[in-house]
């Protein structure tokens, strides 16, 4: 059931209270807003604590910015918020805040983008980096706009961090994940080692996210060195294709099997059909020299 104004007004208060006792946000840092209609956010306004804001001091504006309701004034940063609105109508909350260990990261300049962790890589793929920009320009939601498509969560160079939902519990939880996995992260670091799961190891994962219904359209997956593995097909459909490519090229006779070891993506032939592309090559070989004299 489509919950009231009034729900949506509570839903902030307690995400705004839930973030600033979580020490994410300091002074007035943060802003919170929810779509509660084609053209209306309800949001947190400019100047106030999120620890000690009530319901009645959200404002609400429109797509384009412009106060609709409230006797306060919205936050310069609402345009981030109104931006993820316009291009992605699947999503009706965004959160804002600076977690430290993801600040922390966002500061460094280190995107979370590694395959470490099943529940990240279940629930968010990984984390990006998103360009610095100046606060209260657009220069900040241009930046974010590229990585919409795909990802729910952003680092915010040299800021903070973004969260987006389809509702505001979503947006919330997901500020969540990000938040531990950078603090998982930091400690791992701390240790001296971080462990990133083989390629193998992420599809079993990413087979288990498909199996649960989860959007595999707009999913960003994660990074393992310079690979990025967003389905469990990956390596079987890169391999297919190989495959295919080989058995053209060198002409194999079909009751000849071609197979591969999964985590190193290296052919195994055997002594016969490797003596049959090596015929196969000279052949062509020689018979391109062939063509060349004649040419001549
Ligand atoms: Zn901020």
Partial sequence: MEKTESQHRNDIIDICKRIHANGWVASNDGNVSIRIGPNTVLCTPTGLSKGYITSDQLIKVNLDGQKIEGFLQPSSEIKMH???????????????????????FAVAGVPLDEC????????????????????STMEIPENIRPYLKEYNVFLLENHGALSIGEDVYKAYYR???LELFAKINFIARLIGKV??????????VIKVRE?????????PGCRIDGKVIKSANDLASSFASQTNKEEMKYSFSSN????????????????????????TVVKNVLSNINILSNVK
Avoid: W
Avoid at 120 to 134: A, N, Q, V, Y
Avoid at 195 to 204: D, Q
């Fill in 195 to 204: 462990n990133v799961l083989n390629e193998e190891e992420v599809k079993k």
């Fill in 116 to 135: 470490v962790m099943p529940e990240i890589i279940i629930g968010l793929g990984s984390i990006p980096l998103t360009k610095f920009g100046t606060p």
């Fill in 175 to 177: 500020m969540e994940s």
């Fill in 82 to 104: 109104l931006d993820v609105y316009k291009n992605k109508e699947t999503i009706n909350a965004v959160v804002h805040a600076h977690p430290p260990f993801a600040t922390g």
């Fill in 256 to 279: 000849k099997t071609v197979s591969q070891k999964q985590n190193d993506e290296k052919l195994i032939l055997t002594r016969d059909m490797l003596v049959e592309v090596i015929t």
């Fill in 211 to 219: 199996q649960f219904g989860l959007d595999t359209e707009n999913y």
